[in-house]
């Protein structure tokens, strides 16, 4: 784009402020949509939920010698590791969906509860999970090549009416909505980045070789719908255009390749000039103007 704009931002010094483990390696992480609470799924089939209120009142310095616990639920309910995760948009309900093809709700407002009250039970490794912006539907992302769509009032799974015919092949790494759900867009194995219609559940959108032969492992919109942010296992970070598919910009400086990696455009007003870019080892911080490598973080 050849708009023109002023310096960056520059960003803020971040230090660690608390460090829960799991057994075994994190998988996913998602924040709630109002902030509140950031939920992690892990191999060890466990999911940690932070009440990040909390975390800000352990580092007051007369809550440093208090019982102040940052994690407030754990939930075991899963047979094999923990995929992805996905909050509820407007109910204290928090999804997984994990390797042993189930996506599993809990309802993190009850103190006790620590196993699922619903399950879905999928034919396939359910690789990724996003509720629809109203909460009723969710799509999940699997090893079958066309998103599941369900209902989950009724647990329906919808699939296009023409889904033999579209020709899509690979498993599915990442499904996102966008903000109004009136698309959504997948990150496939074999490559492709496609854009789907939100109310048809058609392909109108497949950008073959988004990253060359690279498996493409995720992809999300930014915050104005107008491009889809990806990225790949050759570690570079690509955005698209919505309506055309044209590639707009290529972030440079991660370095490793051939690992598994997210992308993301952070939407708070502190950050919202920067975007993230998670590998197995290292954080990246891009300056999404000027297509620079701002900091990483080993």
Same mark, same amino acid.
């Given at each position: #784009?050849? *708009?023109?704009?002023?310096?960056?931002?520059?960003?803020?010094?971040?230090?660690?402020?608390?460090?829960?483990?799991?057994k075994?390696?994190?998988?996913?992480?998602?924040?709630?949509?109002?902030?509140?609470?950031l939920?992690?799924?892990?191999?060890?089939?466990?999911?940690?939920?932070?009440?990040?209120a909390?975390?800000?009142? #352990?580092m007051?310095p007369?809550?440093?010698d208090?019982?102040?616990r940052?994690v407030?639920?754990?939930?075991?309910?899963?047979?094999?590791?923990? +995929? *992805?995760?996905?909050?509820?948009?407007? @109910?204290?309900?928090?999804?997984?969906?994990?390797?042993?093809?189930?996506?599993?709700?809990?309802?993190?407002?009850?103190?006790?509860?620590?196993?699922?009250?619903?399950?879905?039970?999928?034919?396939h @490794?359910?690789?990724? %999970?996003?509720?629809?912006?109203?909460? *009723?539907?969710?799509?999940?992302?699997?090893?079958?090549?066309?998103p599941?769509?369900?209902?989950? @009032?009724?647990?329906?799974?919808?699939?296009?009416? +023409?889904?033999?015919?579209?020709?899509?092949?690979?498993?599915? @790494?990442?499904?996102?909505?966008?903000?109004?759900?009136? #698309?959504? %867009?997948?990150?496939?194995?074999?490559?492709a980045i496609?854009?789907?219609?939100? %109310?048809?559940?058609?392909? %109108?959108r497949?950008?073959?070789g988004?990253?060359g032969?690279?498996?493409?492992?995720?992809?999300?919109?930014?915050?104005?719908?107008?491009y889809?942010?990806?990225?790949?296992?050759?570690?570079?970070?690509?955005l698209?255009?919505v309506?055309?598919?044209r /590639?707009v910009?290529?972030?440079?400086?991660?370095?490793?390749?051939? /690992?598994?990696?997210?992308?993301?455009?952070?939407?708070?007003a502190?950050?919202?000039?920067?975007m993230?870019?998670?590998?197995?080892?290292?954080?990246?911080?891009?300056?999404?103007?000027?297509?620079?490598?701002?900091?990483?973080?080993?």
């Amino acid at each position: #784009m050849n *708009d023109t704009k002023g310096p960056s931002k520059n960003i803020p010094k971040h230090e660690s402020q608390h460090i829960s483990e799991h057994k075994n390696v994190s998988r996913c992480a998602r924040f709630s949509p109002d902030g509140r609470f950031l939920a992690t799924g892990s191999a060890d089939t466990s999911i940690k939920l932070v009440e990040i209120a909390k975390v800000k009142q #352990m580092m007051q310095p007369e809550a440093r010698d208090g019982p102040v616990r940052p994690v407030i639920r754990t939930f075991y309910d899963h047979q094999q590791p923990i +995929n *992805d995760l996905d909050f509820h948009p407007q @109910n204290t309900v928090l999804i997984s969906g994990s390797k042993d093809r189930t996506i599993k709700f809990f309802d993190f407002s009850k103190t006790v509860a620590k196993r699922a009250f619903r399950v879905i039970q999928d034919t396939h @490794n359910v690789r990724s %999970v996003s509720f629809h912006p109203s909460g *009723d539907y969710l799509l999940a992302g699997t090893d079958h090549s066309i998103p599941h769509l369900y209902d989950i @009032n009724t647990f329906k799974c919808y699939l296009p009416p +023409n889904f033999l015919d579209m020709g899509v092949n690979g498993a599915i @790494n990442q499904v996102r909505y966008s903000s109004t759900g009136g #698309m959504y %867009v997948t990150a496939s194995k074999d490559g492709a980045i496609r854009l789907w219609d939100g %109310v048809t559940a058609s392909c %109108v959108r497949s950008i073959d070789g988004a990253h060359g032969a690279a498996e493409a492992t995720s992809a999300n919109f930014t915050k104005d719908q107008r491009y889809i942010l990806s990225s790949a296992k050759d570690s570079s970070v690509k955005l698209w255009e919505v309506g055309t598919g044209r /590639l707009v910009k290529q972030y440079l400086g991660a370095t490793h390749t051939q /690992l598994r990696c997210q992308v993301c455009q952070a939407h708070t007003a502190c950050f919202e000039e920067f975007m993230f870019h998670v590998t197995v080892f290292t954080i990246y911080f891009f300056d999404v103007h000027f297509f620079q490598l701002s900091i990483s973080i080993a």
